[in-house]
């Protein structure tokens, strides 16, 4: 099986990770917008390629993982290449997913291609575990709880503000919060009630500390509806203690059973080291998926919640129902 | 969709209960081998049936959900009701699946229906939860612990030993092994590091509890390997404390990314107070899923890991993608 990936960030990264443990995957190329002279990728055997190459379908390869940001890059990225080759993406704009999703379906549609959008961990494998867990349990009541975790976002935000060098903002899901939900109390949350944000800020020389402060715990729907802390640090400190991507979470799900309302708790939790690492790792999966399925003559825009379990794995259905069943 | 179920045990009436809480899915009759005028069953709608008005695939019906024991009945009934009926069980002797899966594939094949085998939380959802992650992060290592709940084999296993008038036997998983394996550490168990039971037992007047204690202890298999604590309680005491089924469990599964080997903890537990009921509400969503199936013209043996995750719910995809993604 042969992939491209376009876009080499963190998540590019994360994707070529993923594929040099994959036995069946064979990365060609690393596309990309920038000069590709201007870059090294970790595999030796990989080209680098402009992305212009991609143009056109010419592109000798079953899959492309598209590593773009949700804002511009994928909505205009996905449906364009989705007429030409097979393509997955983390598309995690929830509010836009409707309309994406049909971009992506019609294109793919019309190149006989499989477009899977929003892949990932959430969307993705949070998305997969609401959606078990309220077919099998009618009627109850889902909670995401994020982290604890870095948000690129978050981070940057602060990093927008006069007198800020550098940051790093953790997310941290209140232990009180999740312990109630975990009981199966069904409680009703305001966003402070849920989660708290802890921000280790560098500031530039000179700058106003007090004032950057305020001006982070303010800040209307990043920070203002929680409890916020802000740590001054110096750049190397940030460098030794903050240079990690780690993130996780938890979808907890709690329903009822039975005329007498038997209670049934069900959690999915990720502890990552690294976020676009196990991202990627999702991607590459979806990716083999979708390379199978459009093999059988599947076509169109499809989502985690379309893709049968059994072809993420290399392995037989026999190995399968012997070893994981 | 016309719903109908074979056996009104524990399991049977689990499914009874969650079929009530499905608004797409009726419950047409409950077939039994007993003599039907013997059943009650809570659904007012439904008649009770004898088993053999199911001869020939005449029953006006979608799905039969097959509610018997794996040692005997499904490797009998579920190949033989899958000619004729979309079928659904709950086959657990892990060691046989191959073979069951043959026979109920031959059969489904034949008569042009869907026959799924294994479902319910494990195998069945733990099962899904050991292949998604096994999928993403390959060469990682899996982890299930169970309980704490109350094993009904081992339950079944105390009552026969002489002197026992009743018994209940609960599994508990040990929770420095289960922190062990969160941390990531791919810790090597023993048996006895895994998991301990705990017994409540009724004895006869006049029994020596010393020594079914000591049988109990000694069991091999069941108890030898394990550290097992016995309690002695009356009759009052086990139907006040010990009257429901509750159980639950974990599958955790730790794999890395990267050349530095990032680590990942990927964690699915649940907490269940009714363990039929569950289970049952696990094979009324795939029950749902395979008639879905049927109807696109799927055929043929199917676990768990072969459907798709939108067939479990009613919801249509827009619904999904819009609500649950």
Not at 181 to 200: A, D, I, L, S
Not at 216 to 244: C, W
């Amino acid at each position: 099986m042969k992939a491209g990936i376009l876009g080499y960030g963190n998540l590019g990264r994360g994707v070529e990770a993923a594929i040099a443990r994959a036995e069946d995957i064979e990365l060609v190329a690393v596309y990309t917008r920038r000069d590709p002279a201007s870059l090294t990728i970790a595999t030796g055997t990989a080209e680098v390629k402009s992305a212009s190459a991609l143009e056109g379908g010419k592109e000798d390869i079953d899959v492309l993982i598209i590593c773009g940001g949700s804002a511009t890059d994928l909505p205009e990225m996905t449906p364009k290449y989705a007429q030409w080759y097979n393509v997955v993406d983390s598309f995690d704009t929830h509010a836009n997913i409707p309309i994406h999703f049909g971009s992506v379906d019609a294109a793919a549609q019309k190149g006989g291609r499989v477009g899977l959008i929003s892949c990932g961990w959430d969307p993705g494998m949070f998305s997969l575990n609401r959606l078990y867990a309220t077919a099998i349990l009618p009627g109850g009541h889902d909670y995401t709880f994020w982290g604890k975790g870095v948000s690129q976002g978050h981070s940057d935000a602060i990093r927008r503000i006069d007198g800020v060098e550098d940051a790093r903002q953790y997310t941290i899901p209140v232990e009180a919060a999740v312990e109630r939900v975990r009981n199966g109390e069904n409680p009703e949350f305001t966003t402070r009630e849920k989660h708290t944000r802890e921000c280790f800020v560098v500031a530039k020389d000179g700058a106003d500390k007090a004032g950057i402060e305020e001006e982070i715990k303010t800040m209307p729907n990043y920070f203002a509806d929680y409890d916020t802390t802000v740590h001054f640090i110096t750049a190397e400190e940030m460098k030794r203690d903050h240079s990690g991507l780690p993130h996780g979470g938890s979808v907890i799900y709690s329903g009822e059973t039975g005329a007498n309302g038997n209670r049934h708790v069900i959690e999915y939790s990720l502890k990552l080291d690294s976020n676009p690492e196990f991202t990627g790792a999702v991607l590459t999966a979806y990716a083999r998926a979708i390379v199978r399925l459009n093999k059988e003559g599947v076509t169109g825009g499809k989502t985690v919640f379309d893709i049968a379990p059994a072809y993420l794995s290399p392995l037989s259905g026999d190995e399968l129902r012997a070893h994981y069943l």
